[in-house]
């Protein structure tokens, strides 16, 4: 009973986007039009939101993620005055995953188009986490190819997109590159030594990648499989047990900053398969809307973000437990779910 309160509090953050996939459903049966209406006006109000609350961090009024380079004070990354990095990251994977759906499907304007793209490494490049930059690369790259693969059901016939996105791919780098080394050189050089230096640290590629938490992975199992009971297996100890009672006093720490083994060694092994069945179901729902050629057609940066972050979730945290990532999800993946087409004109 004494760590109850924040047991119930982490347990609300985990099923916010059950919760949340609830809700959305109950209005889309009430009003079927209304999200498929409005999800692309949220898309680009939560976009412009992170990119302008990180350029006024970069001004001075929001707070660093990594702290600050010892001479001339200038921070790693931002997260202005949102508490979590990594929960910053995943949520921009969402929204990303559906502005660059926007920018490649409604934005006919070839210069408007590459400003969108670099806007969002922008937003990618202030957050400066590793799951943020390999995502704005993952969606940026894998979005035109997923869009001409829903109009001709074939990775090889032309379109009338493919000339735009060949131009892009050989244009976008290009730019990209120039913007970084003039107007952000000290930034880019300060990152990349530090990321060569944790490299260094790391020693290998897989524990560079994983920022070092691959070290509390055997700490955090050896945990469950020796220290709990068979009940505490199966429906765990809740959330301050493990990370503050018996974790820090036996291994030095709390969370293992990993999803998955989180949530193993907080809601047992009955918790993690509730929680991760209830994301295979909605990645599976996705998939098949995704495929199913006359499924709506957000099911393309909805499949492609929540796969992303469901992937994620394995080598990172702060996804499957995030309140403000949890509530957008079920915004987000009800209206591609729907079996009703919406047509965005062109």
Sequence with gaps: MKYL???????SKVITFPLSYLLFTAVARQKPDMLNQTILSVTKILFYTLLGALILAVLGFGNS???????????????????????LSSLYILVYAFFCYYMYKKVSNFFLLILGLVAGLIVAG?????????????????????????????????????????????????????????????????NIDRMAYNFAK???????????RNDRFDHAKELYLEDYSVTEKI?????????TVVATQKL????TEVDYLDILTSNGLLGLLAIYLFWFVVLVKLARAFLHKGGNEFSTPAFLGFMLLFVN??????IIYSAMLGFYLGFFTIPAIQHKQLRIEN
């Design 202 to 212: 790391a020693g290998e590629l897989s524990s560079f990648l994983l920022s070092g």
């Design 252 to 255: 030095g720490w709390g969370t």
């Design 235 to 243: 429906i765990g100890t809740g959330w301050e047990h493990p990370q």
């Design 5 to 11: 309160y924040e047991d119930i509090v982490f347990i």
């Design 65 to 87: 993620n990594y702290g600050e380079v010892e001479e001339g004070g200038m921070s790693y990354g931002y997260k202005g005055y949102f508490i979590a990095g990594n929960e």
């Design 313 to 318: 979730s394995f080598i990172s945290g702060h």
């Design 126 to 190: 202030l957050i400066v986490t590793k799951t943020a930059m390999i995502s704005y690369l993952a969606i940026t790259l894998a979005t035109p190819f997923l869009l001409k693969y829903r109009e001709s059901r074939s990775m090889l016939s032309y379109t009338r997109y493919d000339k735009k996105f060949l131009t892009i791919f050989v244009l976008l780098p290009v730019l990209t590159m120039s913007i970084l080394y003039t107007v952000f050189y000290e930034r880019v050089q300060a």
